[in-house]
Nanobody, 128 residues
């Protein structure tokens, strides 16, 4: 069973930054596309992808975070990172990482192609 562990969340003021990390318990991490997802609080909110990175290292972003977030991977450490800058209240959410079957601009928001179950996530709260 693949285990993912997210960390790095917290409370930050608007305009601030956070760096999220995710470790994945697989030996062939480098062979998979990976993604970051978030689930905002409130009724009617659904989990959605915000960024993904192919096994080759090409990254894609949802328009809501483009230019502010940066996804990266360290295959030697089986680690995925999300650098989040200029955070806004609408970025408040529980953030998750997961392996993905596909990664591209047309599918970055989708959760249907996630390969494993969800971890516990890490909470990001943006508030003054």
């Amino acid at each position: 069973q693949v285990r993912v562990t997210e960390s790095g969340g917290g409370l930050v003021q608007p305009g601030g930054s956070l760096r999220l990390s995710c470790t994945v318990s697989i030996v062939d991490f480098e062979n998979y596309a990976m993604g970051w997802f978030r689930h905002a609080p409130g009724p009617g909110k659904e989990r959605e992808g915000v960024a993904c990175i192919t096994w080759e290292g090409t990254s894609y972003y949802d328009d809501s975070v483009l230019g502010r977030f940066a996804i990266s991977r360290d295959n030697a450490k089986s680690t995925l990172t999300l650098q989040m800058n200029d955070l806004q209240p609408e970025d408040t959410a529980l953030y998750f990482c997961a392996r993905r079957a596909t990664c591209g601009q047309s599918v970055v928001r989708q959760t249907i192609n996630v390969l494993d179950g969800w971890g516990q996530g890490t909470m990001v709260t943006v508030s003054s």
